[in-house]
Structure formats: C-alpha cells, structure tokens
C-alpha cells in the first residue's frame, strides 16, 4: 500500500488497473501477460494455471477474461482505415439456454454458430504487387454480432472504419446499406472458394488462423467457447 503524505490517501499498484481487487499475487499477472500475448498460438487457461502451479482453476480462469477483455477495449481505441477486406465467419459455440428447446436451426442461422464480423486493413502492394498475396495486411477488427441483417453490419462498420476507406466485400445483400458509409464500397462477386481466397486473401486467413487458435487451446471448440464469454475469445 501507498499513502500520500499530505492527505493520507491510501492506495495500491493494483488499484485502478485490470488488476484491481485482485487477490491473486502480481507475478501470476505478469507471467499472465506474457504467456496470452507473446505466443501465436496462445496458451489455454488450463495450461496457465499449470505454469502458475495454482490449486484452484476459477480464479485463473477470472483473471485470464479480464486480460482479455481489456485487450478488446484497447483494439476499440483504434479505427480502421485505407483499403479494408470484410466478411464473416462462423465459430462453434455452446447454444444458448434461452435456445436449447428451439427447432435446430442449420447454416448460417444456427444457434451452435457464433458470426463473426471481420474488417482487416489489406492495402495493395506497390513495390512487388506480384510477390506474396499481393496485399499488405494491416490492423484487423473481429467483432461477434447477433445477425446477418444490414442494418447490423452497418451500425459496426460506421463504430470501427474510418468514413475515407474503401471496403471490398463480396456481392451479399447484407453490405447494401456501406456504400452510404464509407468512400467506397466495391462488391465482387466470387464463384468459387478458390477465387476467395485470391480476391480476399487477408479476411480469410484472419478467420482461420482464428480458429487454429481456438483449437490448440481447446483441442475440441464445439465444447470450450461458452455462449456468454465468445466475444472475448476474438
């Protein structure tokens, strides 16, 4: 504890921080930061509270959403912008309780899939335009919606793009309502996944290597990623 010398204001390093409150030790944070963020493929809780050699799995658990979530404020901090690929994609979650006794729904309405909006920052390549994908990728956005309307997609794009950018999306009818939001919104349409992954090369990649992640941490995802906490995970 600190207290101030004038007026006998007491305070902690923790106070005020993700850390506040916390009973739990501040090597465990510190070791906490780095093992989530300095690894591409991530660390499970699982394996944090084994480094840790900590008895009990829920305060581990706690502290490890809490990292998370204040990784997704500071990514909010920042707005796209230049050239952007956007589509979405599509996680397994636990179906929500309010849905368990609902008709199965299949596809992209499923109760068992989490949509994911991704935007990702894919300038084109000047200096070798024919070397690598042919774009430069940038910062990238993943934000879980409710649906596909257009309405939605729009509310998000207007919170995280800048105004100036331009969007290249494929031809859905739930990018109508961008061209009114951004500079330009150019809808291409694909015939097939190979074109995919030539036209929008960088959204694709995002949401795969997504879920690569989401699979070395959880082995089974259909199983870990818990309705309620699926938008910390992106």
């Not at 600190?2 to 902690?12: I, M, Q």
């Not at 501040?26 to 493929?41: G, M, S």
Request: hydrophobic letters at 35%.
């Amino acid at each position: 504890m600190y207290e101030c010398s004038l007026c006998g204001f007491r305070t902690s390093l923790k106070s005020g921080t993700v850390m506040h409150k916390s009973k739990l030790p501040f090597r465990y944070w510190l070791l906490a930061f780095h093992l989530v963020t300095a690894t591409k493929k991530g660390f499970s809780t699982k394996e944090i509270q084994r480094q840790l050699s900590h008895k009990r799995y829920q305060p581990i658990w706690c502290m490890v959403h809490k990292i998370r979530a204040c990784m997704g404020a500071r990514d909010d901090e920042y707005i796209l912008c230049g050239t952007l690929e956007l589509d979405e994609g599509f996680f397994s979650v636990e179906v929500a309780e309010d849905q368990k006794n609902e008709p199965k729904k299949r596809g992209r309405g499923s109760q068992s899939k989490a949509k994911v909006l991704v935007m990702v920052e894919s300038q084109p390549e000047t200096e070798h335009p024919d070397k690598g994908k042919g774009r430069k990728v940038g910062y990238l956005k993943m934000k879980v919606i409710e649906n596909l309307k257009s309405d939605t997609i729009a509310q998000h794009v207007k919170e995280h793009v800048s105004p100036q950018a331009q969007l290249d999306t494929d031809d859905s009818t739930s990018y109508v309502a961008l061209k009114d939001i951004v500079a330009e919104h150019r809808a291409v349409k694909v015939s097939n996944k190979k074109q995919v992954g030539k036209v929008f090369p960088w959204v694709h990649i995002a949401i795969a290597n997504a879920k690569r992640w989401l699979l070395a941490n959880h082995h089974d995802i259909k199983c870990a990623i818990s309705h309620k906490n699926k938008f910390r995970y992106v």
